[in-house]
C-alpha cells in the first residue's frame, strides 16, 4: 500500500483524508495509522503492531462496524478473527 508522497493530512481529530485496505500479515508492515475501521458479522478479535512496537487484541462481542482511534503498523494473521475486513484510515 502506498500513500501519496503530495498526502497533506487533516489536522482535525476525527477526520481521516486517505484509506487503504490491509490484508492481514504477521509481516507486513503499513504507514503507522490514525484509525483502523473494523468490520466482521459475528465475535472476533484482531491483533495488532502499535505505533512502539507492542502488540495489542481488541475484542468484540457482536457483529459490528467501528473505528479503532489507534495507530499501528500491523495487523497481525495472528490471533486475528478471519473473515473481517480492516481499513487503514490516514
Known sequence: MAIPASLSLSS???SFDYAASVTI?????IPAT??????HSANGAVVVTMSNGDN???AWHHS?????PIRCTKVLS?????????????
Do not use: P
Not at 25 to 29: E, I, P
Not at 34 to 39: D, E, H, K, M, T
Not at 64 to 68: A, K, R, V
Open 12 to 14: 482535525q481529530a476525527n
Open 25 to 29: 500479515s504477521d509481516s507486513t508492515v
Open 34 to 39: 490514525r484509525a483502523l475501521y473494523v468490520s
Open 56 to 58: 495489542c487484541t481488541f
Open 64 to 68: 459490528t462496524n467501528f473505528i479503532l
Open 78 to 90: 495472528t490471533g486475528t478473527t478471519g473473515g473481517a475486513t480492516f481499513v487503514a484510515l490516514y
